[in-house]
């Protein structure tokens, strides 16, 4: 038993000679990479919650939110949207029908229509293009509309 002991004491010693010794000291190179790393990600940060939300807000101010579009729908009427819950709601379960009903009350495809029809003239083709977007979107299909192999709206044949 006494020798039991001993060798309990002698790596008792041991081990508090171990925990009092200093650690080596780094190498230059790596105090420079660590250094290195949590400068980048302090910028990393900076930029994501300061510089990044200025600049669109500065964009944002700038055009007025009128030239602005997010997956090709205007902010307008994203934020029209997203204020309305019935639309939301819709969209969020997935129900084509009736989030198309609630955005056809909502006279968002008109509103769309009005915001591309300088750049696309032709009715059809404008039409043809909301559609298309809607469709992206909303999953719906419009009646004058049938969706090719490729996933494009094309008119119905029979109209």
Known sequence: MAV???LRLRWSRKSKLAMMRKPAAQSSRTIYRSSKKSTQTIVTIIYLF???PISVGVIFL???GENL???GVPVFIVLDFLQDETA???YFEGDAKKLHNRLEKMGVEEEIKDFYRPEIPDEVELDQYIHQLLYERT???GEAYQVNSKGILVLKKNR
């Open 4 to 6: 039991d002991i001993s």
């Open 50 to 52: 300061v510089f990044l």
């Open 62 to 64: 700038i055009s007025k």
């Open 69 to 71: 579009t997010i997956g």
């Open 88 to 90: 939301r709601t819709a």
């Open 139 to 141: 999953g719906y299909v």
